[in-house]
Structures are given as structure tokens and as C-alpha cells.
């Protein structure tokens, strides 16, 4: 799985100015992003706090490891 640039805290942080009216275009400028993916963190982490999205990431880490597994037994 590729690792991002960002830490979850910068992501919380990015979403938290947007919501406090600063617009897209300079946060993405500010931060040395896209606007894509400004849009696709605010669809995945919108409304989340930092604890949520890393029990998540935990989540999602795990599946892909039971699924791994499965793959495997049944090879």
C-alpha cells in the first residue's frame, strides 16, 4: 500500500480550515496538493476526528491482511 505525504493530523487540519472558509484553491496551493485530493479526503474523512480515521486505517489494514490470508489457503 503506498504511504501518503500527509499524516492524518495534516489531513484533520487541511478539512478544519476549509470548513473555516478558506477556499480550495489556496489551501491546495498552501499545502502542495491537488484539489483532487482535497476532494477525496473531504468524501472519505468529512466529518470524522482524528481518532475515527486511524481506528479506520487499523480497520482497513486488517482486511487486507485476512484477505491475504484467505487468498492464500486457497491457493
Given at each position: 500500500m503506498k504511504n501518503g505525504r500527509f499524516s492524518d493530523a495534516q489531513i484533520?487540519?487541511?478539512l478544519k480550515q476549509a470548513e473555516g472558509g478558506v477556499p480550495v484553491s489556496e489551501l491546495c496551493r498552501e499545502h502542495g496538493m491537488s484539489s483532487a485530493s482535497f476532494y477525496k479526503w473531504r468524501a472519505k474523512f468529512g466529518g470524522?476526528?482524528?481518532?475515527l480515521i486511524a481506528e479506520m486505517k487499523d480497520i482497513a489494514e486488517q482486511n487486507r491482511r485476512l484477505k491475504?490470508?484467505?487468498?492464500?489457503?486457497?491457493t
Open positions: 484533520m487540519a487541511v470524522m476526528d482524528a481518532s491475504k490470508m484467505y487468498a492464500e489457503m486457497m
